[in-house]
């Protein structure tokens, strides 16, 4: 329970989470509530397909990883949906870091199974079972031995937030070293998918000319469309963030109020929408 005898300090900074106007506090929780259950679903479409099919290719081996993934951030909703709905946060700190940083692990490593899906398609490369099993337990690895300690040791670290608050570690973007890996990471993302989305346009340019008009009937075409759609979930879920996040760092010296909270917020829970690529698939919109 929150301590009704908070300092003045806690007081203002608390009022961030209830000065929230209520339409933005209802398109989070709309967000989620979305992503909850249409994530859901297709995981468990998804999950079907792939026990029917008892397929053991290399891009059997990523989807599954992306399921295992989507799992876990699905996971966590409630936990957000809870926080945004009742006003406090009741889970303790761990937990706040916790589900603070399965969001963020959520989207890069997503990020890095769509790079993997579409680089292997576009090259045509040809892998062994076991090296794309070891590839995707190493970013496993990465992810919870490097990525997650270093997440729950910086972020919240400063002792300066209420055990009632959850998902506002704006004092730790006043650091030099949190600015620079932000930077970083805005920079690789959006690099990454800029080449990749140059290459593939110029890949489905080639094959409309080539196999027109009935492209739709060709192999690889078809596969180059597929791969399309990443970098379309890339573009829509992803960039939008990190476009906001250069904006939010450049001015949080100015956002006394923490007024641009709320706003990063939204973007971020907009990160949450790849989980419905799977949806997507089963239901055939992405073929």
Same mark, same amino acid.
């Given at each position: ?22 339409? +933005? ?6 967000l ?8 859901t %679903? ?26 295992v ?16 709905? +009742?006003?406090?946060?009741?889970f ?32 045509? %490369? ?18 919870? +031995? ?7 040791s ?26 620079t ?50 970098? %379309? ?20 010296? +100015? ?20 989980? %419905? ?11």
């Amino acid at each position: 329970m929150c301590n009704s005898s908070l300092t003045q300090q806690s007081l203002s900074s608390n009022e961030t989470l209830q000065d929230t106007s209520e339409g +933005l506090r209802t398109i989070l929780i709309a967000l989620y509530l979305i992503n909850l259950a249409g994530g859901t %679903l297709g995981v468990v479409l998804m999950s079907h397909q792939l026990f029917q099919r008892r397929s053991q290719s290399v891009m059997t081996i990523i989807i599954s990883s992306l399921l295992v993934l989507h799992i876990l951030l699905l996971l966590s909703i409630p936990f957000r949906l809870s926080y945004y709905i +009742l006003g406090e946060w009741r889970f303790g700190w761990l937990a706040c870091q916790l589900t603070s940083a399965i969001i963020y692990i959520h989207m890069y490593i997503t990020f890095t199974f769509y790079v993997a899906i579409i680089s292997i398609r576009l090259l045509r %490369l040809e892998f062994q079972k076991c090296c794309i099993a070891a590839w995707v337990a190493a970013v496993w690895l990465l992810g919870a +031995l490097v990525i997650t300690p270093v997440f729950l040791s910086y972020y919240g670290a400063s002792n300066s937030y209420h055990s009632c608050q959850c998902f506002q570690f704006h004092k730790e973007m006043e650091k030099v070293a949190m600015v620079t890996i932000n930077y970083c990471l805005v920079g690789v993302l959006m690099s990454v998918c800029a080449v990749l989305t140059a290459v593939q346009l110029s890949v489905i340019c080639r094959l409309a000319v080539k196999y027109w008009p009935d492209i739709n009937s060709h192999v690889e075409f078809r596969a180059q469309a597929k791969s399309s759609f990443f970098i %379309l979930v890339t573009l829509v879920c992803f960039i939008p963030h990190h476009v906001f996040r250069v904006y939010y760092i450049q001015n949080l010296h +100015l956002d006394k109020d923490h007024k641009l909270l709320p706003y990063n917020e939204i973007f971020l829970a907009l990160t949450t929408m790849c989980c %419905l690529d799977m949806l997507c698939f089963t239901a055939g919109i992405a073929h």
